[in-house]
């Protein structure tokens, strides 16, 4: 019997085909005109084009809500899971499978909410895999309730004289978890800064996170007008190792500040700042440990040394 | 290294050896004594002796009762016969008590009888006279033969601090009055310490020769099991370990978890050796994580389990119907503990076949097996893999506390390559055949694993159709609903009717599932030396019902079922064969049926014995 090891899963060729970027695409979103989902997706299919990703290598996990419709547009692998629970079933693919390039795709209620728990433990976990936290600030397809990330005051069908509690830093919370390995943010409203992002996040080896402030037109239609009108109202960390902008685009942007991502300190103190968005990559250590490094230790093993190894097993209870 | 030369390791049989053809022994002592260790190796000797054995710990729900409370009582029953043994019996006929308090806790429970021999630790007679006088009236009031034993001063010949040990002093005890080979008993004590120094083993081993060399002198007591003549090859373990051991003989290479009793030393076992065998273990953040977990490396094409216990599974719901709805393979071990809620979270029993088979929301087909020996806890984890691929559908293996922590021998499988999940398929996808392409029939349908070219598909637990898109049709629904449900049916095609045990006609016919096999079995074939027409039938497959029910049910003129799960009374307050509330199985066999099945069933946390099942027989037929 044929067991397909660490290494044959990982070199398995897949012929000489150029994917273009049609060949990621599939259907019609159903999102709404406007929406921060379809810049990411648009940026997305561009990053498995510009990496040559094999279609059929890639999956795309998601939980509930409007952004995880995401794996529905992707012509790979897809799982449209339950609201909440994206990380657990994207980790049990990776564990056994390390030749799968695995993204999640998640939103703010998905993720910093019903699935509090799991967004915790993937963090601690590490594992290889590229997380995109589409986050709008609101519940959109359950029509406008309060999101854990709605600023106090939003006016919503569950406050509608406005929510009464801070809302839950996502950069602050992941940067807050031991072993977090990649935390960055960007907004939908700079496709430069969108793909460059999620391109380092996918180059990173481990967990990487990214948070995508996005708009609602439907719901929130006016939360970022001004942001997006005032070019002070973003903070752009740069580095030699941080998310890289061609210079025209780094022109947009009238705050610049200088962040080594090797600095937590720094990367806290700057998830915390009050007037101005802060847009980057806060954090990153390439040399983590890896959970899926130790789900892989003994894939493939042959039948015969697993057959040997039970009966041992079954000798220390024989009669 | 020590030697055994200044120990009488040959003995012959004394004269005043009695022969009978099985025992029932016990252990009680408060939490932490080590009486459980004791036992387990009695069992475990007297099994690769030969003898039939069945174990059942006995077990307090707090993890440190305060010492010498009768709600305290911890330890553990030794069932030993000349043949097979399939349940605890009835009740004792030696105890051995580290305190007199922890019997009252098992008389409670009606472990013993008039006769019942009990041999005691006698340091509590000066320690706690007044209590230690009255328990030994007590004691002797109710029939019971105490022999009082100096254990502490005796271990104290070897060891410093009785505590640790003592259970070691009365296996050696043991050993002698049942004529167990003492070397064996010694392998046995070096496979307990195997991972302490050899000074431990070698106090442990003294203390061995201590309790036997005691007994020896002081006891006139002593019996005779004799094992078959030739029992096969055989290898001796719990149910848990057996199921851990099918895990690994399935081909299963993830197991992902959160601690639960009593389904936790599952993963215990396998985290020991699994990764030796090509598989590992997950423990995950909490029970939904953990199913979630194995779901997803199912979906990826590696075969996955998850283990649980009652609370756990209420947990994991959602999950079980995202893996129906989009038809993930995948093998759900639940052991069943007392529910609902926590509920007695060390005992036994039979609850969740109803949350099982119906936990979800909307119409969520699964198969649902039971194995009824630790015999089947191995096999039956081969059989739910092959079931969860062939039929792309959950498997639930319904176990229980009893058949999880009993120790039995049973005969040494074979480990074959047949028993494993094929590899991961990589070839490519058949561009014209779609992900869900539902025969028409079965409803069966080949799944694509990613890495496979052209099989690219989304999974979704939205309603979807054959090509995995969402539904946004109402006939969608309807049809892969259907799909779905044709599957149970196509299993059906697979099973035959169930043997009964006993004649195929008569008076009354039992049902039952799971662990509660052994008792049943013993108290028909008692009840029919008597000349009573009772027979029994045992179901393994409760999803789908195994076929022929009806058929075999109209032969018997009365049919109830035995379960450990509540049921009303008939002539309870309120309650009247209108407002009674049925056992689990005698529900679905009502409505699957529609003859007027009865049951009998307690929520004592207890494992059913022969003789209470033989008193409802003679009740049942007055």
Request: glycine share 8%; charged share 25%.
């Amino acid at each position: 019997m044929l067991e397909l090891t660490h290494d044959d899963l990982c070199n398995m060729s897949h012929g000489e085909t150029a994917f273009s970027i049609d060949d990621y695409k599939k259907g019609v979103p159903r999102w709404c005109p406007g929406c921060g989902d379809n810049s990411v997706l648009n940026s997305v299919q561009k990053l498995c084009k510009d990496k040559q990703l094999v279609p059929e290598k890639t999956v795309f996990v998601s939980g509930i809500g409007c952004s995880s419709r995401f794996p529905h547009y992707m012509n790979t692998y897809g799982f449209h899971g339950l609201h909440g629970r994206a990380f657990p079933v994207a980790e049990g693919v990776k564990f056994r499978r390390p030749d799968l390039n695995v993204f999640v795709i998640t939103g703010d209620g998905d993720c910093c909410s019903i699935g509090t728990a799991h967004w915790i433990h993937a963090i601690r976990y590490n594992m290889n895999m590229t997380v995109l936290l589409l986050d709008n600030s609101i519940y959109g397809l359950t029509k406008k309730q309060t999101s854990p990330t709605s600023a106090t005051g939003t006016k919503s069908n569950t406050h509608p004289k406005g929510s009464v509690l801070p809302p839950i830093n996502p950069i602050q919370t992941t940067l807050s978890v031991s072993n977090a390995s990649f935390v960055a943010q960007t907004v939908d409203w700079k496709p430069a800064h969108v793909f460059e992002t999620i391109k380092a996040a996918y180059e990173h080896p481990g967990f990487s996170f990214v948070r995508v402030i996005q708009r609602c037109p439907k719901f929130m239609g006016d939360l970022y007008e001004t942001t997006i009108a005032d070019q002070s109202a973003l903070t752009l960390l740069t580095h030699e190792n941080g998310i890289k902008l061609d210079e025209k685009a780094e022109k947009s942007f009238k705050n610049i500040i200088q962040h080594n991502p090797s600095d937590i300190n720094k990367g806290r103190e700057y998830a915390e700042m009050k007037d101005s968005i802060p847009i980057g990559l806060f954090y990153q250590n390439k040399n983590a440990p890896r959970y899926d490094e130790y789900g892989a230790h003994n894939i493939g093993m042959p039948v015969t040394e697993r057959i040997t190894a039970i009966n041992k097993e079954l000798d220390k209870y024989a009669v | 290294m020590i030697t055994t030369q200044s120990f009488p390791i040959e003995k012959e049989i004394k004269n005043r050896s009695i022969t009978v053809s099985q025992h029932v022994v016990e252990i009680v002592s408060d939490s932490g004594e080590g009486a459980q260790k004791a036992g387990q190796s009695f069992g475990s000797i007297s099994a690769k002796m030969g003898n039939g054995v069945w174990t059942v710990e006995i077990i307090p729900a707090e993890i440190q009762p305060p010492a010498r409370s009768r709600a305290g009582a911890s330890g553990i029953r030794i069932r030993i016969g000349s043949e097979k043994v399939t349940n605890m019996g009835d009740h004792a006929n030696l105890v051995v008590a580290l305190n007199e308090q922890v019997l009252y806790g098992r008389i409670a429970q009606d472990a013993y009888t008039k006769d019942t021999v009990i041999l005691l630790e006698n340091k509590w007679a000066l320690k706690n006279k007044e209590e230690y006088t009255t328990a030994l009236a007590d004691f002797n009031a109710k029939g019971f033969k105490v022999i009082e034993i100096p254990m502490e001063a005796e271990c104290m010949k070897y060891v410093s601090d009785a505590k640790k040990g003592k259970n070691m002093w009365v296996l050696g005890m043991l050993c002698e009055i049942y004529n167990r080979d003492i070397t064996k008993a010694e392998d046995q004590i070096r496979e307990v310490f195997k991972k302490k120094s050899e000074k431990v083993f070698e106090d442990n081993v003294n203390l061995l020769h201590g309790g036997y060399n005691w007994a020896k002198e002081n006891l006139d007591l002593n019996f005779e099991i004799p094992p078959p003549e030739n029992a096969g090859d055989q290898i001796v373990m719990n149910g848990n370990e057996a199921m851990a051991m099918g895990v690994m003989a399935a081909g299963i290479e993830v197991c992902a978890m959160y601690p639960i009793t009593p389904a936790t030393s599952i993963s215990h076992k396998l985290a020991e050796c699994f990764e030796n065998a090509g598989g590992i273990v997950h423990q995950a953040e909490d029970e939904i994580a953990a199913i979630g977990f194995a779901i997803g490396s199912s979906y990826a094409g590696k075969t996955a389990l998850t283990v649980t216990s009652g609370p756990g599974l209420a947990l994991k719901t959602e999950f079980i119907g995202l893996a129906v709805m989009a038809e993930v393979p995948l093998v759900i071990i639940d052991v069943q503990r007392g529910g609902p809620s926590t509920g007695l979270p060390t005992k036994v029993e039979q609850g969740d076949l109803l949350a099982a088979l119906y936990g979800e929301a909307g119409d969520a087909p699964k198969i649902i097996i039971a194995p009824s020996t630790i015999e089947e806890c191995f096999h039956f984890v081969i059989k739910a893999r092959k079931l969860a691929e062939q039929f792309r559908s959950p498997v639930f293996i319904l176990s229980d506390t009893n058949l999880a922590t009993g120790v039995s021998p049973f005969p040494r499988p074979k480990i074959n390559v047949e028993s494993f999940a094929s590899p991961i398929d990589q070839s490519t996808w058949d561009k014209n055949v779609s992900p869900f392409d539902w025969d028409p029939k079965t409803g069966i349908s080949k799944r694509p694993i990613p890495g496979q070219k052209d099989g690219m598909y989304t999974l979704t637990g939205l309603a979807h159709d054959e090509d995995s898109k969402v539904a946004y049709e109402p006939e969608i629904n309807q049809k892969s609903s259907e799909a779905r449900s044709r599957k149970i049916a196509a299993v059906l095609q697979t099973l035959k009717p169930p043997v009964v045990n006993g004649d195929e006609s008569g008076d009354l016919l039992l049902v039952g599932w799971g662990s509660t096999k052994g008792a049943i079995e013993e108290a028909v074939a008692t009840a029919r030396k008597s000349g009573v027409k009772v027979s029994s039938l045992h179901l393994h497959f409760l999803s789908p019902m195994e076929p022929g029910l009806e058929d075999i049910f109209k032969k018997f003129k009365k049919v109830k079922t035995v379960e450990l799960n509540y049921s009303d009374t008939i002539g309870d307050p309120l309650i009247t064969k209108k407002s009674r509330r049925y056992a689990q199985l005698a529900w679905l066999l009502r409505a699957h049926t529609l003859v007027d099945v009865d049951c009998y069933s307690n929520v004592f946390g207890q494992p059913i014995n022969p003789s209470k099942v033989l008193d409802m027989i003679k009740e049942k037929l007055k």
